[in-house]
């Protein structure tokens, strides 16, 4: 699997858009990019997935260049609810094997 | 609908014993997928499991093995246990093998002593 890279920590204000961002530069073109999330001493929850066009959810957005080569997660609407770590996975495994790097944190303050 | 449950929540071990953690996955999903996640560290895949037989293993040592019944509930066994074993082991279940949407449970919390 291609190995993604992610910034360690980002803050965002309640109620504004998060924009959290993924290199993932050596993504081949059968493997699709993953988004989870695991707040604390919870375990990750699936967000959203693409392979090359953009996607929405009830929870979020997902933006893929045009070259694949990174994306980024968008949260509408952050909410404190939404403080946890977000991970960016890619796979193309022919089993469901997820590779989780370290993720980014994101905290939303007041 | 119930989600993906794991059982028991929370385990304490000595050094050099066998532990067995148990997973049942949401209704009508058939892979289930171990995980064992370090604290400050990304989950890092066990195992997974389709319709009873092993799919995929990651890079752990043989003390580690799983099952899946015909039901598609699943149990982790870990022998021999060293004190690095402790961790959150989670379980995950998807509707097919090759799928990455995975559902996670609460995880196990395993303290070696």
């Known amino acids: 699997d291609a190995k993604t890279t992610q910034p360690p920590s980002m803050d965002c204000a309640e109620g504004r858009a998060a924009n959290l961002p993924c290199n993932h530069s050596?993504?081949?073109?059968?493997?699709?990019v993953y988004w989870y999330r695991q707040i604390h001493s919870q375990g990750p929850q699936y967000i959203i997935h693409?392979?090359?066009n953009n996607e929405t959810n009830e929870m979020a957005s997902l933006i893929i260049t045009e070259d694949r080569k990174s994306s980024t997660l968008i949260l509408p609407h952050a909410t404190l609810r939404d403080t946890a770590v977000y991970y960016c996975?890619?796979?193309?495994?022919?089993?469901?094997?997820?590779?989780f790097g370290q993720g980014t944190i994101l905290t939303v303050h007041p | 609908d119930a989600g993906v449950t794991q059982s028991p929540t929370h385990l304490i071990k000595t050094r050099g014993q066998q532990v067995t953690l148990r997973c049942s996955p949401i209704s009508g999903h058939k892979s289930v997928s171990w995980y064992q996640q370090v604290l400050g560290q990304g989950p890092q895949f066990i195992f997974q499991y389709y319709e009873k037989e092993e799919r995929g293993r990651g890079n752990f040592p043989d003390r580690f093995s799983a099952r899946q019944f015909p039901n598609y509930s699943s149990e982790l066994n870990v022998n021999a246990l060293l004190l690095g074993d402790s961790a959150l082991y989670l379980c995950?279940?998807?509707?097919?093998?090759?799928?990455?949407?995975?559902?996670f449970g609460q995880g196990t919390r395993l303290t070696v002593v």
């Open positions: 995950a279940s998807s509707l097919s093998v090759g799928n990455t949407e995975a559902f």
């Open positions: 996975i890619v796979s193309g495994t022919s089993y469901g094997k997820l590779t």
């Open positions: 050596t993504i081949s073109g059968n493997e699709y």
């Open positions: 693409g392979l090359k």
